[in-house]
């Protein structure tokens, strides 16, 4: 089974609004983290967001928020007032306790971001 | 951010040569680091993990005589790709960690082998 879905290959949004990017997961480990990484054209992965499973609090970091819903076991980017270098790959991915530092990875989601 | 540097950007080699390929934390003794493959549009996925001064731990399926991996020390990982043939080409990237912070990964290194 999948430990990591991300539902939508790719998306098109208008330049300035909001976008979710929806990331799903499946672990029975209680202790785990979630990241979202930003990978452009140029291939470099660009660490965007992280939210532990003990934290009680969504993360943000500046235009990135995660939506984070324990029991349905999602965790959906939100970029809020999109710009046009938003426009790249997206991955979520998943460490659990237990896994010597692995990350676990989505397959990743395309967003375009239209003028 | 701790910084990653990975080297070469691109290289392009000839079938049966080998390529030799350096991923370096800079501000930062990396404990762990990671080799991924990636194919075009395709998720990252990992081919073995490295801790300083010991073996890599491979993926099933990944061979380890054709993928060399050294972690000599805390802040340098190769990848040395051996006796390269076309079907190797493709997107290796680096990360490298530091106990439970996240990953930090280099700029990636294009393989294309002719």
């Known amino acids: 089974a999948q430990k990591i879905t991300q539902t939508q290959p790719g998306m098109f949004v208008q330049e300035k609004e909001a976008v979710t990017l929806d990331c799903t997961y499946d672990?029975?480990?209680?202790?785990?983290?979630l990241f979202w990484y930003k990978q452009p054209s140029s291939g470099e992965m660009i660490f965007l967001i992280y939210q532990g499973s003990y934290d009680q609090q969504n993360a943000t970091e500046g235009r990135y928020s995660l939506n984070f819903q324990k029991a349905r076991k999602s965790a959906n980017l939100v970029i809020s007032a999109s710009q046009l270098g938003d426009s790249a790959m997206y991955f979520c991915?998943?460490?659990?306790?237990?896994?010597?530092?692995?990350?676990?990875w989505g397959a990743g989601t395309k967003l375009i971001i239209k003028p | 951010g701790a910084v990653v540097s990975q080297h070469p950007s691109w290289v392009i080699c000839k079938s049966g040569t080998s390529v030799k390929i350096e991923c370096r934390s800079l501000d930062f003794q990396a404990t762990t680091m990671f080799w991924y493959r990636q194919f075009p549009k395709q998720s990252l996925m990992l081919m073995a993990t490295?801790?300083?001064?010991?073996?890599?731990?491979?993926e099933q399926g990944v061979e380890k005589d054709k993928f060399l991996i050294n972690h000599a020390s805390l802040t340098l990982s190769t990848l040395t790709v051996t006796s390269a043939h076309p079907e190797d080409s493709s997107f290796y990237i680096c990360?490298?960690?530091?106990?439970?912070?996240?990953?930090?990964f280099g700029q990636g290194t294009r393989l294309t082998v002719v």
């Open positions: 990360s490298a960690t530091q106990r439970n912070t996240e990953a930090f």
């Open positions: 991915a998943m460490r659990e306790t237990d896994s010597n530092y692995q990350l676990i």
């Open positions: 672990t029975s480990d209680p202790s785990y983290g």
């Open positions: 490295s801790n300083e001064g010991s073996k890599a731990t491979y």
